[in-house]
Every structure is written in C-alpha cells, then in structure tokens.
C-alpha cells in the first residue's frame, strides 16, 4: 500500500482476503501492512490457491485517523477490490495506492 497523499507507504493497515463462493463471503485470512507498506507474508501461499473470486479489504478509515489534510469524517472507510484467479500458477500482486479521498489498483508483478 502507498499513501500518495503523503508520499510513504501506508504501514499499520489491517487487510483481509475472502474467497467468494455462491455470493458467500469466507475470509481465508488477515494480515496487517508493515512499514513497506506490505504484508510480511503472502495472504495466501501459492499451493493453496484457488481458482475463482476473491476479495481483498483495506481497513483505511483508521490509517488517515489523526492526519490533518484528511477528512474529520473518512471519506473512505473500506476498500474493497474484487478480482478472479484463473492461472494458480501465475503471481498475484495486488497494491493500492491511496489518499484519503481517493485509490487506485492493478495487478502487479
């Protein structure tokens, strides 16, 4: 995760990833970003991987709490990105790159 508004990246965010089944919801894991701005592990090893949907959720509200450009009511709360695994073999990298009024996302390398 990069905070863009503050040209660093955002350490101390709480993420969870879901696998999406039939509209369920079931969270495989959580993990909280270290002073890279990464998890200190992959939330889910490579031989564990599925094919299907996933969600990644980004608890960013408690992140931009304190920081004196953003909002006193969050603009974001919860970024949450939905994305689909077909090639199990394959890197998934997925960054966010924030402010508190706005994120963007890709699948990194």
């Not at 089944?21 to 090893?45: F, H, K, S």
């Not at 997925?94 to 994120?103: D, H, I, R």
């Amino acid at each position: 995760m990069l905070d863009t508004a503050r040209g660093r990246p955002a350490a101390g965010v709480q993420v969870e990833l879901f696998r999406v089944e039939g509209g369920e919801r079931r969270r495989v894991t959580e993990a909280v970003t270290n002073r890279d701005g990464r998890t200190d592990a992959p939330l889910i090893e490579r031989g564990n991987l599925h094919p299907g949907t996933y969600e990644l959720t980004f608890h960013v509200a408690p992140y931009f709490e304190g920081f004196e450009a953003a909002p006193k009511v969050p603009f974001l709360d919860l970024v949450t990105l939905r994305f689909t695994v077909s090639d199990t073999s394959a890197h998934y990298h997925v960054p966010l790159v924030m402010t508190p009024w706005s994120y963007s996302t890709y699948r990194g390398s």
